[in-house]
């Protein structure tokens, strides 16, 4: 039996390699790579460089003296040769608000890895009652290595995408046996609600049980 390439979950259409496909972030393998390599900055909306902007005196000693440079020049985010907002970069790749520290994952201690100052300003402090910056990072970096598209007609779309610095991260989840919809539940129930996720899981649980998946 032959999976159709597109599922419509709700309102949302995906791409069906979003169930089919395995994938982990490994850090110890790639130390981030993706906030310093490409060639645009991350996809984002209006309210998130809002967002940004909201905590940008909070994050700014974590930002390199040349990211800081380019944020007090251009702002924290800019319009690329495609016309979509991004966040701004330095060098023609790294993302501003790249930073390096020391991160222990599962046990293990990868040094100078690259991370967001952003989500680490987050998780420093949401555990926190007092927190005033609820902001983890841009959704399109969250979701990745899912990209979002939004048609002319509103549509919105899922598809999945292999990108060569994420190689090592297919590998672990091809351990891991952890397809791309498990591991980005977090961010898939943040972007598009507890509901809409639980309604992908049973999708997919059903194509399982009849032998798609």
Excluded at 134 to 153: M, N, Q, T
Aim: glycine content about 6%; some cysteine; charged content about 25%.
């Amino acid at each position: 039996m032959t999976l159709p390439p597109i599922l419509q979950i709700g309102d949302i259409l995906i791409s069906s390699d979003i169930l089919t496909e395995e994938f982990c972030c490994d850090l110890d393998a790639c130390k981030g790579a993706c906030c310093i390599e490409g060639d645009a900055g991350a996809p984002v909306t209006m309210d998130e460089i809002a967002e940004i902007e909201d905590m940008l005196d909070t994050v700014w000693p974590d930002l390199s003296v040349q990211a800081q440079a380019v944020v007090d020049r251009q702002g924290v985010a800019y319009t690329d040769q495609e016309g979509d907002l991004v966040t701004s970069i330095v060098g023609g790749k790294d993302c501003v608000f790249t930073c390096y520290d020391d991160l222990v994952v599962d046990g293990k201690t990868v040094n100078h890895c690259c991370l967001c100052a952003l989500e680490k300003t987050y998780r420093a402090t949401h555990h926190s009652p007092s927190t005033i910056h609820p902001f983890v990072k841009p959704i399109s970096c969250a979701l990745y290595p899912i990209r979002e598209k939004r048609f002319s007609d509103g549509t919105v779309a899922l598809n999945y995408h292999q990108w060569d610095i994420c190689r090592p991260a297919r590998e672990k989840g091809r351990t891991l046996h952890l397809p791309v919809y498990r591991f980005l539940k977090e961010p898939l129930t943040r972007r598009f609600g507890k509901e809409w996720y639980d309604e992908l899981c049973s999708v997919a649980d059903e194509l399982h049980r009849q032998g798609y998946l």
